[in-house]
Antibody, heavy 119, light 110 residues
């Protein structure tokens, strides 16, 4: 059974940093592209970042470019999101999601971790 | 990248059919067959319902179907059931090699 479990969320002050983790199990993690998607309270889904299977290629939404860094450790079956220079508008539930097999979609999602940026 | 446009809400009675539209541009929905649809119940993670415009993952009921014409994709739920009440989001790959979601549609079963 595919499982994605996020952790690392919490309350952080504006300008602060936080690192999210997503532990993957039930599939060969190193074969899949992975994403981070966020959802502000009461709002819609917003794609944040994607990393290819070997970690060699990454891409970001304009709203987080230069502040967030996606990475992965295939030996530990774990995806990361390093978030720096956090702003109030980064407050959201952050989901990790797996990219589909031979297609482009988000076929499995974690339960999400809440990040709150507030003083 | 602007969000794809969806109606804020759609409603129907049990057994009826409803359709949710998802309008983008030639740089996303119109340019690729990588349109997918997600169902999200309150407090839960999204669930993939349709991929590549019209394909259903294993386990998704066949009352869910997808289509696309030009820059607009659509999700149809036939034989609406109480458990279909949820938020629905479309998503598309884009010409910038990134991804965009729709604004979301709240489906209410009357």
């Amino acid at each position: 059974e595919v499982q994605l479990v996020e952790s690392g969320g919490g309350l952080v002050q504006p300008g602060g940093s936080l690192r999210l983790s997503c532990a993957a199990s039930g599939f060969t993690f190193s074969n899949y592209w992975m994403h981070w998607v966020r959802q502000a309270p009461g709002k819609g889904l917003v794609w944040v970042s994607r990393i290819k299977s070997d970690g060699g290629s990454t891409i970001y939404a304009d709203s987080v470019k230069g502040r967030f860094t996606i990475s992965r450790d295939n030996a530990k079956n774990t995806l990361y999101l390093q978030m720096n220079s956090l702003r109030a508008e980064d407050t959201a539930v952050y989901y990790c999601a797996r990219d589909g097999v031979d297609t482009i979609d988000f076929d499995y999602w974690g339960q999400g971790t809440l990040v709150t940026v507030s003083s | 990248q602007s969000a794809l446009t969806q109606p804020a809400s759609v409603s129907g009675s049990p057994g009826q059919s409803i359709t949710i539209s998802c309008t983008g541009t030639s740089s996303d929905v119109g340019g690729y067959n990588y349109v997918s649809w997600y169902q999200q119940h309150p407090g839960k993670a999204p669930k993939l319902m349709i991929y590549e415009v019209s394909n259903r993952p294993s386990g998704v009921p066949d009352r869910f179907s997808g289509s696309k014409s030009g820059n607009t994709a659509s999700l149809t739920i036939s034989g609406l059931q109480a458990e279909d009440e949820a938020d629905y989001y479309c998503s598309s790959y884009t010409s910038s090699s990134n991804y965009v979601f729709g604004t979301g549609t709240k489906v209410t079963v009357l």
